[in-house]
């Protein structure tokens, strides 16, 4: 299948949200589905679990319930009945220690049972009674349990209980039922039937195709091993496959290397900034925080695994009496020079062109001729701005994308003293008849044309053809502080005194000058009297 349940909701990394939908996040415009993991304790409530049910917005209850072959775990759904938890949408994880009783209870409210048989019988040597809750109406569902006691997938989770069914249970399944386990039970238990499940019109595009060796197509998918998956698509992304088809349907794969077989991976998406890491990246983390540890880092497939083959061998619980050689079953198969299966319909084919159209254009405008060269994307995108524009406009590969007041979420905090700027460029890379709607029509598109969206992300540019790429950018600038304290103005000197500056000397000096010529000017009139007088 195509999705995963029991990954963390918070702190995600890519592959959790890229190669599977990840049951327990924001899937098809809804978050409906609860999990409890730990004990269910008896004063356990869970009022959300009933208002969800009783109002519609419950999809699935995925509950760890009764993991064990006691009284105690089976006593576990005693509390689930009492404390009216036991609703249509409960999805009982495990159940190893249920019984009848149970088993008819869970199948009249509709309820289903995810049944991870490698881990019951590492730990405990026997597995729930899947015969008796098929009997009782039970949705079953095949999932491999938590990784230290279960297997890497559940196409391997598959084979376990093929073998249980072939030689323990008396064939009660048939093939098509055994594959129902790991599709369509899953999503009609988990409330996704509207949306995904099925290879039909309106539906998303949520499927994994398989090498054909066997001419029973239920058969063929029970057999398939780690190389025969041919393609993985989630949403209509291609996610996972053979090197010559990831390359026929994306330009930015990254090579996987198996044991005498090869697949390629992107795990990337452009627009969206938790999903950057690269499938390198994200290994080279996982190694680091191994580092030290006694418990290496488990090799990604399982076939070519021999210590995991080993440890089921002589696992005295998983074998209990038994004799359960999985890979001689399964996994002892021939592999071509390519990688292929010897006696697929694959092994000794041709790879892919992936220049050829068939005649078909796909709406891309050139006729169905060879595709014309793309334009090559600088790894890292010049930046301008900002400018105080809004409006996407016109711009060049060279010049880069246009940095403005952004206006989308990225997911960033910005800090006080900052403000957020953000960008998108779109360019041609193939041609087509298509318009691009951003705030206005970008019609008659040549291969390597650009359109600048300033203020925007990926995500939130508009709508664009497949022909078009986008790549965005976003920076922090600093902003000034409007509080700040102007300059004090420099105080007003207080006015002089008249006494002070050379006009006043001046003036004393004239004034001085006056008086001692009217002194003399009248001592020389007095004198000349005096003279008369005589």
């Given at each position: ?6 990954s963390s909701?918070?702190?995600?990394d ?10 327990e ?8 589905i ?29 509950l760890h ?9 089976r006593?576990?759904?005693d509390?689930l ?9 409960i ?17 009249d ?21 899947v015969?008796t ?16 006691s ?5 196409m ?8 249980w ?9 048939t ?5 129902q386990?790991?599709s ?20 998303a ?17 029970i ?16 996610v996972?496959?053979d ?12 090579i996987?290397?198996?044991v005498?077989f090869?697949k ?15 499938f ?5 983390a996982?190694?680091?925080?191994n580092?030290?540890k006694?418990?290496p ?11 995991y083959f ?19 079953d ?22 892919i ?8 254009n ?6 169905g001729?060879?595709?014309?060269p ?5 790894v890292?995108?010049?930046t301008?701005?900002?400018?105080g524009a ?23 905090t ?9 960008g ?12 691009m ?16 969206v300033?203020g ?20 922090y ?7 700040t304290n ?10 002089k005194?008249w ?15 006056l008086l ?5 000017m ?6 000349n ?6």
């Open positions: 299948n195509t999705a995963i349940q029991g909701n918070s702190n995600t890519t592959f959790e949200t890229m190669l599977a939908r990840n049951i996040l924001y899937n098809f415009g809804k978050d409906y609860w999990t409890k993991v730990t004990e269910l304790e008896s004063d356990y409530e869970g009022n959300h679990i009933k208002e969800g049910s009783a109002e519609g917005t419950l999809d699935a209850w995925f319930l009764a993991e064990g072959i006691d009284e105690s775990s006593a576990e759904f509390v009945v009492q404390n009216d938890l036991l609703v249509e949408e999805v009982v994880i495990h159940g190893t220690g249920l019984t009848q009783t149970e088993f008819s209870a869970l199948g409210v509709g309820g289903s049972l995810a049944w991870s048989p490698t881990s019951n019988l590492l730990l405990y040597g026997d597995t729930t009674d015969a809750a098929k009997a009782e109406g039970v949705n079953i569902m095949i999932g491999p349990d938590w990784a230290p279960g297997s890497k997938s559940s391997h989770e598959l084979k376990t209980a093929d073998w069914d072939e030689n323990v249970l008396g064939d009660i399944f093939d098509f039922e055994l594959v386990t790991i369509t039970n899953v999503v009609d238990a988990i409330g996704w039937s509207d949306h995904t499940g099925r290879i039909q019109a309106g539906l595009a949520d499927f994994v195709v398989l090498d054909t060796f066997n001419a029973d197509p239920y058969r063929n998918v057999d398939a091993v780690d190389p025969d998956v041919r393609l993985v698509v989630v949403g209509g992304l291609a996972y496959g090197v010559d088809i990831m390359q026929a349907m994306d330009d930015e794969i990254e996987i290397e198996g005498g090869t390629a991976t992107d795990i990337t998406y452009d627009g969206v900034p938790e999903a950057q890491q690269t390198a990246e994200m290994f080279t996982l190694q680091e925080c580092q030290g006694s418990v880092i488990e090799y990604l497939f399982t076939l070519g695994d021999d210590r080993d440890v089921l061998n002589r696992s005295q619980s998983f074998q209990n009496g038994r004799t359960i050689d999985l890979w001689s399964y996994y002892d198969i021939e592999l071509d020079e390519n990688g292929h299966r010897v006696g697929g319909t694959v092994g000794g084919a041709d790879p062109e992936t220049n050829i159209t068939n005649g078909n796909n709406g891309n405008g050139n006729g001729t060879n595709p014309v793309e334009p090559e994307l600088p890292l995108w010049d301008y701005g900002p400018r809004t409006l996407a406009h016109p711009t060049t590969i060279a010049e880069g994308i246009h940095l403005e007041a952004c206006t989308s979420d990225n997911g960033q910005t800090p006080d003293d900052k403000e957020l700027l953000c998108a460029i779109l360019v041609v890379m193939q041609p087509t008849d298509e318009c709607n951003l705030d206005g029509w970008f019609c008659q598109l040549e291969v390597e044309d650009a359109v600048a300033p925007k992300l990926c995500d939130d540019s508009g709508t664009f053809p497949s022909q078009v790429t986008c790549r965005d950018a976003w920076s600038l600093d902003v000034e502080d409007d509080n102007p300059e004090p103005e420099p105080e007003p000197e207080e006015p005194s006494t002070e500056g050379p006009l006043f000397w001046v003036a004393a000096i004239s004034l001085v000058g001692v010529a009217s002194i003399v009248i001592n020389n009139n007095l004198r009297e005096d003279d008369n007088e005589e």
